[in-house]
């Protein structure tokens, strides 16, 4: 199968190529130039297999250059590093069910595929007779850059730069990456907010004087964003997994249509679902779940994309996104894979600040996608409710595509089968978990945890403990245009 840019379709490149770029020389995003089905007897066989199985099968669909065994290797070490099962559906009442995706070493959703990718990477490589090191750039609203760093840690060849927000993560999440050891990592905080960092990481891909920086030190540039195809392709497998197993526990039957409510920032979790159903996945309704930065919602429900609104800073700082990078891919899917008019729309988001599509293709997308936003009141009353009915806690993420939900299933009256993707452990976030559920306002986030213990009887993980006394070893705060700087700087 071979690969083709949002912004260039006439060039084709293998998977192997668009994995280890990242991103496309022209500043668009590759995607498979065609999406593989999955036939009935597949299904039948995925049900039976264990979650590395299903891994190494689907993504075998648009890696059809790998061996299964070569991509069963990847997954079986990969998801070694999990807590049991990488992605099991906890049923909390009839018809409602929460997909866990953080039971990984960062506790949240982005090491299914993080722990993944150094793997396909290295796989890539060797395919391409590549000799040259790697570097990784990352820009993270909270959850990619640690998920990164601990992926990649001590990969031979290989050094990850993550830029986050300085004031834009939790104190949780800023603390896994400042602690981070490895001696081919680098962290940075950054004056600004997410989409400051993404911009100015995406404009370092396409800069003609670090890619020849790049070139004299014999280094490939790539991303460990999910604008890279090889992070956002192992998402696309919890989807068809979490079906297979709701249809083999009895919960539904084969063809039974089931929503999936996802809280969405930078569009690549979602994003996996729209694919799974493209390849036969019997999907209802897409729900993409913002928070007051909604974006996306009136993107869904208006047709046009608009970024002349505030920026707020919320509970769910992975979803404080204003610039939802994968839409890309989107946009040009439904309008007739037409690159020239991605890459229209894209200059005129960049220039003047957002772009429509035309009615038709808004129809095309509400035949899927249903959107809805969640105010924070309303995901702290979704806290609440859900430990209330069900002694279930959720994260502040999680809390706004619950609060969504909600709203969805009181606006519509459904009663399709809906499963919430859960996206991080609660304990990331204890200090707004515990507000939510007691009022109390705790500053400190390790003081919180114990007051969180014993509101849940859930248990603190040990890495989150750890924390607490490892030394912080990245404290560096630049501004957004200086990143180029550290970038050079770190090339020698």
Excluded at 70 to 89: H, I, Q, R, S, V
Excluded at 101 to 120: E, M
Excluded at 322 to 334: K, T, W
Excluded at 426 to 440: E, R, S
């Amino acid at each position: 199968m071979k690969y083709i840019s949002t912004r260039n379709k006439q060039e084709r490149v293998s998977a192997a190529q668009a994995i280890v770029a990242g991103m496309a020389p022209d500043g668009g995003l590759y995607l498979p130039e065609s999406i593989p089905a999955l036939e009935r007897a597949e299904f039948d066989l995925l049900k039976e297999k264990d979650y590395v199985f299903r891994a190494a099968y689907l993504m075998q669909k648009y890696l059809d250059e790998f061996t299964m065994e070569e991509l069963t290797g990847c997954a079986a070490e990969a998801y070694a590093k999990f807590d049991g099962d990488p992605a099991p559906t906890v049923k909390l009442d009839e018809g409602l069910y929460m997909l866990e995706l953080w039971h990984g070493p960062t506790l949240a959703f982005k090491d299914v595929a993080l722990t993944l990718l150094p793997r396909l990477l290295a796989l890539c490589k060797k395919k391409l007779g590549i000799t040259s090191d790697t570097k990784i750039l990352v820009a993270t609203s909270g959850d990619t850059g640690k998920a990164a760093l601990e992926g990649f840690k001590e990969v031979p060849g290989t050094s990850v730069t993550v830029f986050y927000p300085s004031d834009g993560v939790s104190q949780m999440q800023k603390l896994q990456m400042m602690t981070q050891e490895g001696s081919n990592l680098s962290v940075y905080g950054v004056k600004g907010n997410f989409d400051d960092c993404q911009s100015a990481v995406k404009a370092l891909f396409a800069d003609e004087e670090l890619a020849a920086a790049c070139k004299a030190h014999n280094v490939t540039l790539s991303s460990a964003n999910s604008i890279n195809w090889g992070r956002l392709l192992p998402q696309i497998v919890y989807y068809v997994s979490s079906y297979l197993d709701l249809w083999d526990e009895g919960q539904i039957a084969f063809g039974d249509p089931v929503d999936f409510c996802v809280p969405t920032g930078n569009f690549g979790n979602i994003l996996a679902g729209w694919y799974a159903a493209q390849m036969g996945l019997p999907v209802g309704r897409l729900i993409c779940a913002s928070n007051i930065n909604n974006v996306l919602t009136d993107f869904f429900n208006r047709g046009e994309y608009s970024l002349k609104r505030e920026f707020q800073k919320t509970m769910s700082p992975s979803m404080d996104i204003l610039i939802s990078s994968n839409l890309e891919r989107l946009l040009f899917e439904v309008s007739g894979q037409d690159d020239a008019l991605t890459a229209g729309r894209m200059k005129e988001l960049k220039e003047k600040g957002g772009y429509r599509i035309t009615p038709e293709e808004s129809d095309r997308l509400r035949q899927l996608f249903a959107a809805e936003f969640c105010r924070e009141d309303e995901a702290i009353e979704a806290i609440e409710k859900f430990f209330e009915d069900y002694t279930y806690p959720l994260d502040p993420h999680t809390a706004v595509a619950a609060g969504c939900w909600l709203n969805y299933r009181k606006k519509t009256g459904s009663r399709t089968p809906t499963v919430i993707l859960s996206t991080a452990n609660p304990y990331k976030f204890p200090q707004d978990v515990l507000f939510a559920l007691t009022g109390d306002d705790v500053r400190d986030s390790f003081r919180a945890c114990k007051k969180l213990l014993n509101q849940t009887g859930m248990e603190i993980p040990e890495s989150i403990m750890a924390l607490k006394t490892k030394p912080k070893l990245h404290q560096k705060v630049l501004p957004a245009q200086e990143l180029k700087n550290i970038v050079l700087s770190e090339l020698g």
